[in-house]
């Protein structure tokens, strides 16, 4: 059974960074889309990047410039580097995997969408003004 686990989380001033990490365990397949998303109090997940199996990514206008996903298949972990944290980033933060989603980078941008195959259970990321 294929499993994900974020971690990395946790408190930062605005204009600090952090490293979000996702192990994915329970198989060697390597051809997943694969993105992060993030909820936020009272709102809807919204889908935060994507990443293609082909190195295609995708970002929601308002991460581009200061966040970046990667992913090292040798060690079948996902990454999302923040920078340039904002009070409005503070959220709960997924990471998802999908073997047969079509239109990877779609899942950037999205609301409310809760697709993918698999899911983690999430990492928290509170950034304070």
């Known amino acids: 059974q294929v499993q994900l686990a974020e971690s990395g989380g946790g408190s930062v001033q605005a204009g600090g960074s952090l490293r979000l990490s996702c192990a994915r365990t329970?198989?060697?397949?390597?051809?997943?889309?694969m993105g992060w998303f993030r909820q936020a109090p009272g709102k809807e997940r919204e889908g935060v990047a994507a990443l293609d199996t082909d190195g295609t990514t995708k970002y929601i206008d308002s991460v581009k410039g200061r966040f970046t996903i990667s992913r090292d298949n040798a060690i079948n972990t996902l990454y999302l580097q923040m920078n340039s944290l904002e009070p409005e980033d503070t959220a709960m933060y997924y990471c998802?995997?999908?073997?047969?989603?079509?239109?990877?980078?779609?899942?950037?941008?999205?609301?409310?969408?809760?697709?993918?195959?698999?899911w983690g259970k999430g990492t928290l990321v509170t950034i304070s003004s």
């Open positions: 998802a995997a999908d073997s047969a989603l079509s239109l990877c980078t779609m899942i950037a941008g999205t609301h409310g969408y809760y697709g993918m195959e698999f």
């Open positions: 329970g198989d060697s397949y390597n051809n997943y889309c």
